[in-house]
């Protein structure tokens, strides 16, 4: 059929070449160009990646133009509504939703992982107490090779397994040791007895004396609940940045810890998983409701520098689906908390104003995701230095289910992407003395 392959010419040679055309399941199709620097001896450009399939993917699929996001085909709407998280984890790595007695045995198995070792402990205090605990996440995970280097052959199937579980149950200990590390507090071990967002908390907030989660220091289910939903929305993105790092670093055969840490070194920068530690920045920069109006000027005007953060996104031209779920969920848990901070008034009242300005409206810059979690976050007393930390609590699944993924391939290619070169054409050599800018020096 003619809509099977794309025809290319090259105007130059007047050369032309059909390359396949490759159809997924939903969205546009792709074009085989692996061979056209053999055929026409050239290269794509394509910076950022922006029109590139880097890979063939089972896992995760988004519709920016209609705002669908699927994990394995499920619309998020309905896993954000009726899923734990550790579902939605067992569902990336497995492919399928957990029947009863697969998520008892998987939340058993994460609860088993979730302890680290003695030594890895001691690990942290070779940090500054005021490191930042994105630096220390980096550091202890790319160093987990270091003490569990048994299971560690990823060509062995159960080892990969054993891998990705042990990631998914020791990052919350980790970050939650990150955290305490920071403020100078005890480290907090795991409990068996709760549940993965539970665990979180406790590990995060109990003074040595007394838990966070037990009779005398109960904790609202609504805001585990919130904690949860959250993870489930930031738990994959398809081929995102860190995603993407994640897969290039597996691609040369690197040990899953390392691809991992990989991934959170790239989710650490502003423009991925720092965003909604931004939105806090900006929020703090407007300083108060009565500021608004003149903010949201300033974001119109092309030639100030001023930018929303957490208002619209790359990949989704109509709204963000996270948003919308996560929306209610956000002015529900600062109604339950009950605070009357002067930042969450100032991001009501941003939100409410953007979302009814003529100009927003028609350039679809809706709140994002990155908008609502940071509020959330910070309504749940995390630090701000640790919201990317919690995006990559979350991410981590999606991470590990992409490298799996990977490595079940027969022989996946190291990537390697090539470059339009702009430098200095071929050139010699100049000894010192007759090069651009040298002086005759008299030895007298």
């Not at 939903?229 to 993105?237: E, G």
């Not at 040369?252 to 720092?274: D, R, S, V």
């Amino acid at each position: 059929m003619a809509n099977d392959t794309l025809l290319v010419r090259h105007t130059g040679t007047g050369r032309e070449v059909e390359y396949p055309l490759l159809r997924g399941t939903m969205g546009a199709d792709s074009v085989d160009i692996r061979a056209l620097p053999r055929d026409l001896g050239c290269f794509t450009y394509d910076p950022g990646f922006i029109a590139t399939s880097s890979c063939k993917s089972k896992i995760t699929y988004i519709d920016g133009e209609n705002g669908i996001l699927l994990y394995r085909g499920y619309p998020i709407e309905q896993l954000a509504e009726h899923c734990e998280f550790t579902e939605v984890a067992y569902l990336l790595m497995n492919g399928e939703l957990p029947n009863q007695t697969e998520l008892r045995d998987f939340n058993e198995e994460i609860s088993d992982r979730a302890i680290i070792h003695e030594s890895l402990r001691k690990f942290f205090d070779g940090f500054h107490y005021d490191a930042h605990p994105m630096s220390m996440l980096v550091g202890v995970v790319g160093s987990l090779s270091a003490f569990y280097h048994s299971e560690l052959n990823i060509k062995d199937s159960t080892h990969r397994k054993v891998c990705a579980a042990r990631l998914i149950g020791k990052m919350p200990t980790i970050a939650a040791a990150s955290y305490r590390h920071s403020v100078g507090r005890p480290f907090v071990y795991p409990r068996i007895d709760l549940s993965y967002c539970e665990n979180f908390l406790n590990m995060m907030f109990s003074r040595s004396s007394q838990n966070y989660i037990d009779q005398d220091h109960y904790i609202d289910p609504y805001l585990v609940k919130a904690l949860n939903l959250l993870f489930i929305l930031h738990a994959d993105h398809e081929q995102n940045a860190s995603t993407s790092t994640v897969r290039l670093a597996g691609s040369t055969g690197a040990n899953p810890y390392a691809c991992i840490a990989a991934g959170i070194a790239a989710l650490w920068g502003p423009a991925h998983g720092g965003a909604n530690e931004a939105v806090l920045t900006m929020l703090a920069q407007i300083g108060s409701a009565d500021n608004v109006p003149k903010f949201i000027a300033k974001a119109k005007d092309h030639d100030d520098p001023f930018r929303l953060m957490g208002f619209g996104h790359r990949v989704y031209k109509n709204f963000d689906p996270r948003a919308t779920i996560i929306r209610k969920t956000c002015h529900d848990v600062l109604a339950r908390t009950q605070k009357s901070d002067p930042l969450f008034e100032l991001a009501l009242a941003l939100e409410e104003q953007a979302l009814n300005d003529d100009y927003f409206i028609e350039k679809k810059l809706y709140p994002n995701v990155d908008f609502y979690s940071g509020i959330i976050y910070k309504a749940l007393n995390i630090p701000v230095d640790m919201f990317t930390v919690m995006f990559a609590i979350a991410r981590t699944a999606g991470w590990v289910a992409h490298w799996l993924e990977m490595m079940e391939e027969s022989a996946p290619p190291i990537g390697r992407p090539r470059q339009l070169y702009i430098g200095p054409a071929r050139r010699d050599f100049l000894p010192k003395g007759q090069r651009s800018g040298d002086t005759h020096v008299c030895n007298g």
